[in-house]
């Protein structure tokens, strides 16, 4: 299961549960909190910075597999996070899951990747992945 697959996921059985989408808690409550605590605001840039390095693993495999077109994997990776909160933030807006469906092409086009050259489903080594995310992206 793909992170869109989970997010989506957790959008629309979040939808069922309680009628409404609630979208990311931690995106609810940076947009709420981070500039009125600054402790809550340095926590959740942390959390943040986390989920990114997480991405930035994979961008950098998929870079190293000439998949995706990138200069800075980092960016790259903050980018993909950004255009998942932000696509949660207009799930909960609208109050549809469907806001999603476009996910993955929209992260496709920011990573300078086309469909031809991905393919779904294929698996990334366990040991690649335990390598890229010890040494970090750029030092696998």
């Given at each position: 299961m793909?992170?869109?697959?989970?997010?989506?996921g957790a959008t629309l059985h979040s939808s069922k549960d309680t009628g409404a989408v609630t979208g990311c808690l931690?995106?609810?409550?940076?947009?709420?909190?981070s500039s009125k605590d600054e402790t809550i605001r340095e926590r959740?840039?942390?959390?943040?910075?986390?989920?990114?390095?997480?991405v930035a693993v994979f961008v950098e495999l998929a870079k190293g597999d000439d998949v995706v077109q990138v200069t800075d994997t980092r960016e790259?990776?903050?980018?993909l996070?950004?255009?998942?909160?932000?696509?949660?933030l207009f799930a909960k807006?609208?109050?549809?899951?469907a806001q999603l469906d476009q996910l993955w092409s929209h992260s496709l086009a920011l990573l300078g990747a086309t469909r031809a050259n991905v393919q779904p489903?294929?698996?990334?080594?366990?040991?690649?992945v335990?390598?890229?995310w010890i040494q970090g992206p750029g030092r696998g």
């Open positions: 793909s992170l869109r697959e989970d997010q989506y931690f995106g609810n409550l940076a947009l709420e909190l959740l840039q942390e959390i943040f910075d986390a989920q990114i390095d997480m790259a990776a903050r980018a996070v950004a255009q998942l909160e932000g696509m949660v807006l609208l109050d549809d899951p489903g294929r698996e990334v080594s366990r040991a690649r335990r390598r890229g």
